[in-house]
């Protein structure tokens, strides 16, 4: 970044955002925060300038993917709890948005990640298979797969 002062309101601006998308790759609210810090570090230290909102939010997306990836290769991953045996982290106010939150986090890692840019943060199915280097064609079965799953889900609770 070039000042505190645009460091900050960019931090203002896409921390929430740099959150949701690490919290649905990892599903733990610890593990989010840990990508979010690191997400927020590396902006800092970024030197290169961004042509605009849309360059700045583009660049979070894809270092925060980065950042999770390398996150989930860490060796003391192996030594971590499943999300199912976890306790209950509170992600929503309403009891009815709380389910189905809860129910997105327990979807397979490649089918949550793609439902979430695409239906919270309004990324087209193009943006996200450069996002998640995958092909268009992989990202939309993948969302039509997530959107049945989480259908069965929601019809058997």
Known sequence: MQSEQEFN?????????????????????HDAEDAAQEVMLRLWKNTSGFEGDAHLRHW????????????????????????????????????????????ILRLPKKYRVPLYLYHYEG?????????LKANPSTIRTRLSRARELLKHQLEEG
Request: hydrophobic letters at 45%.
């Open 9 to 29: 309101l960019a931090v203002e601006q896409y921390l929430n955002m740099v959150y949701r998308i690490a919290l649905n790759w990892f599903g733990s609210v």
């Open 123 to 131: 990324y087209s199915v193009r943006e996200i298979s450069a996002l």
């Open 60 to 103: 979070l997306v894809r270092v925060t993917i980065n950042v999770c990836k390398d996150l989930s290769r860490a060796p003391w991953r192996l030594h971590s709890v499943p999300l199912a045996q976890a306790p209950p982290q509170p992600c929503a106010n309403e009891p009815e948005a709380q389910a189905v939150v809860e129910e």
